[in-house]
């Protein structure tokens, strides 16, 4: 796999290499061999180590001195933490976003949410992806630019942890229902009852997780 210089190659790896975490086939405290990685993708260590930087400080990988750098392990207090945050954020703007949204955001927030759950259906790893650019469609008509940014970042942090969760048989179902409610609420100008449900979606979510990584580190040894 050699990348074509389209954006920036430190962007093109960053996103490379994120898509492997979120997609499970860099697992959690696996070893990312710069070498390897730097040969496979035919660049050279700067634009490599760019993009480390920002894996880095997205949460996605950590650098340990003269061992390199290994996937960042999945964390029922990270989890609190960024699922907490969006719970304080993400109703209000999403109420505020049903208030402002015209015809052509319902409809960037109808597509969205058939992508997801087409995705959802499949069980395709893009879920992810697709999660996070459904409900950032719900926000964006609010216009708030720091909210979305914020929430952009908590996003993209939940993405691990989104396909986490959705591990568990029955999961896939649940998460359709819930988005469509949240959907159809919010698209209708009931802003009150899609900040309600936004709430408790994440609220689900955030329990289910802290549940399944608690027995994870558990089950971990010391």
Not at 164 to 180: A, F, M, N, Q, T
Request: glycine fraction near 4%; include cysteine.
């Amino acid at each position: 796999m050699t990348l074509i210089v389209k954006t920036g190659l430190a962007d093109q790896i960053f996103e490379v290499v994120r898509d492997r975490i979120i997609r499970g086939e860099l697992s959690p405290e696996t070893s990312i061999r710069q070498d390897a990685l730097a040969s496979e993708l035919g660049v050279s260590k700067i634009p490599l180590r760019e993009a480390f930087a920002r894996l880095e400080q997205n949460g996605l990988i950590v650098s340990e001195t003269n061992r390199g750098f290994f996937v960042s392990p999945l964390s029922a207090d990270e989890a609190y933490d960024v699922f907490d945050l969006r719970l304080k954020l993400e109703p209000d703007a999403v109420a505020e976003g049903s208030v402002q949204a015209c015809d052509a955001d319902r409809e960037a927030g109808r597509q969205a949410l058939l992508a997801l759950n087409k995705a959802a259906r499949d069980q395709d790893p893009a879920v992810a992806s697709l999660n996070r650019a459904f409900h950032m469609a719900l926000v964006r008509p609010g216009r708030r630019r720091v909210t979305m940014q914020i929430l952009e970042r908590l996003q993209v942090l939940s993405e691990r942890y989104v396909v986490k969760h959705l591990e568990p048989k029955g999961r896939y179902d649940r998460s359709i229902g819930e988005h469509d409610a949240l959907f159809e609420a919010w698209a209708s100008g009931k802003d009150a009852i899609a900040a309600k449900f936004s709430a408790a979606h994440i609220e689900s979510t955030l329990r289910d997780l802290k549940v399944e990584l608690e027995k994870v580190q558990r089950s971990s040894p010391a």
